[in-house]
T-cell receptor, first 114, second 113 residues
Framework: DVKVTQSSRYLVKRTGEKVFLECVQDMDHENMFWYRQDPGLGLRLIYFSYDVKMKEKGDIPEGYSVSREKKERFSLILESASTNQTSMYLC?????????????FGEGSRLTVL | GNSVTQMEGPVTLSEEAFLTINCTYTATGYPSLFWYVQYPGEGLQLLLKATKADDKGSNKGFEATYRKETTSFHLEKGSVQVSDSAVYFCALIRNTGGFKTIFGAGTRLFVKA
């Protein structure tokens, strides 16, 4: 059974803290993505990666960075958390099938920044 | 640019009612279209997809037809169940270049017994 696993379902952090969100997939997928989900806004792409050590900015990369040292792992980093980064974060992966690529999602990490 | 617009929710229906959730899109080229579903406490999962005009995607009693002339991909089900209560997202991915999937805002469906 295919699986995308996010390390933490719920996190509470303080403003200014550095936050790491980890994502691991077991499907040998080349592409990995980080989205944030907010009510009324749907899913917005933060960063994506189409290969190890490669990364591309999505639509809202400000305040975030990512790391992909191994094919199966894609980490999202909040260098200095702020209250407007309180959100649900979703990791996804896909095969590199241009135009038809189904996304496989993890269960999400709900981050609260106080 | 590329965008997806879907009807605002929440949508509340009684069990066995007919469901339509409207979705329209704006895209350059010829996108592939998707419906994803998010059940409470879970991530999103693919419900159905269509990759070219006039294709019909179907799964679990849900259907959607890719209408290029109206740039629409409306989701329908003839008889909803309580277990269909979830948030439904319409999405597109372009067939030329890029890996990005563009999502609509999501429509929450409540089905009452």
């Amino acid at each position: 059974d295919v699986k995308v696993t996010q390390s933490s379902r719920y996190l509470v952090k303080r403003t200014g803290e550095k936050v790491f969100l980890e994502c691991v997939q077991d499907m040998d997928h080349e592409n990995m993505f980080w989205y944030r989900q907010d009510p009324g806004l749907g899913l917005r792409l933060i960063y994506f990666s189409y290969d190890v050590k490669m990364k591309e900015k999505g639509d809202i990369p400000e305040g975030y960075s990512v790391s992909r040292e191994k094919k199966e792992r894609f980490s999202l980093i909040l260098e200095s958390a702020s209250t407007n980064q309180t959100s649900m974060y979703l990791c996804a992966s896909s095969l590199p099938e241009r135009g038809t690529g189904e996304l496989f999602f993890g269960e999400g990490s709900r981050l609260t920044v106080l | 640019g590329n965008s997806v617009t879907q009807m605002e929710g929440p949508v509340t229906l009684s069990e066995e009612a007919f469901l339509t959730i409207n979705c329209t899109y704006t895209a350059t080229g010829y996108p592939s279209l998707f419906w994803y579903v998010q059940y409470p406490g879970e991530g999103l999962q693919l419900l159905l997809k269509a990759t070219k005009a006039d294709d019909k995607g179907s799964n679990k009693g849900f259907e959607a037809t890719y209408r290029k002339e109206t740039t629409s991909f409306h989701l329908e089900k003839g008889s909803v169940q309580v277990s269909d209560s979830a948030v439904y997202f319409c999405a597109l991915i372009r067939n030329t270049g890029g890996f990005k999937t563009i999502f609509g805002a999501g429509t929450r469906l409540f089905v009452k017994a």
